[in-house]
Every structure is written in C-alpha cells, then in structure tokens.
Nanobody
C-alpha cells in the first residue's frame, strides 16, 4: 500500500516562502516520477511541478517558474517543493502525487491521469 503524506503548508504573507514535504511509503518511490498539483477554491486541480525518478528532469507550470523548486531525496522517500516569492494567487490546497502504473503520458508527467497515488493535501494561504 502506497501512502503519501504532505506537510509544510500554512499562512504566509506575499513575498514569503514555504517548503512543502511529501513522505512516501512504498517500495517504488525511487523509481517513480513525483509531482505536485494544487487546487484553489472553485477551480480545477492543476499541475505545478514534477521530478523524474533520478531528479535530473524537472518541470514547472509557467506561473511558478523561477519561484518554486522541486527536489527529492530518494534515500528518505521524500519529495520537496520550495516555494519562494509567494503570491496570493498561489493560495490553494497542494497535493503530492506519485506516478501511476501506466507511466506518464507526457514528457513532463503533467496530467492528473499520469498519477495513481495522491496525498491528502496541505493548505497554503498567501495573504496580500
């Protein structure tokens, strides 16, 4: 049974930083692409970032490029999302996701259906 547990969310002022963590239990973490998605109230869940199993390939949605950094520590079964220069529009529930059994449909693994395992989410609120 694969479980993903996010932490690190909270309330921060615009321009501030947060670091999200996602600890994964399960034998396939080190071989899987991991991703972060977010869902704001009244909006659909959207891709934020992904990282390949080796960490050598990373992808970001345009709106967070230059501000967010994804990383992973396979020895600790953990993936991180460092979020700097936060904006009110970054307010959302952030979800960690693990690559599903059929792999990625895009080079960046940017589609929701690419993932088969999800965390419970962590709230990020950025005040103006």
């Amino acid at each position: 049974q694969v479980q993903l547990v996010e932490s690190g969310g909270g309330l921060v002022q615009a321009g501030g930083s947060l670091r999200l963590s996602c600890v994964v239990s399960g034998p396939t973490f080190s071989a899987s692409t991991m991703g972060w998605f977010r869902q704001a109230p009244g909006k659909e869940r959207e891709f934020v970032s992904s990282i390949s199993w080796s960490g050598r390939s990373v992808y970001y949605v345009d709106s967070v490029k230059g501000r967010f950094t994804i990383s992973r520590e396979n020895a600790e079964n953990t993936v991180y999302l460092q979020m700097n220069s936060l904006k009110p529009e970054d307010t959302a529930v952030y979800y960690c996701a693990g690559e599903g059994p059929f792999g990625c449909s895009t080079s960046g693994c940017t589609e929701i259906n690419d993932y088969g395992f999800w965390g419970q989410g962590t709230q990020v609120t950025v005040s103006s």
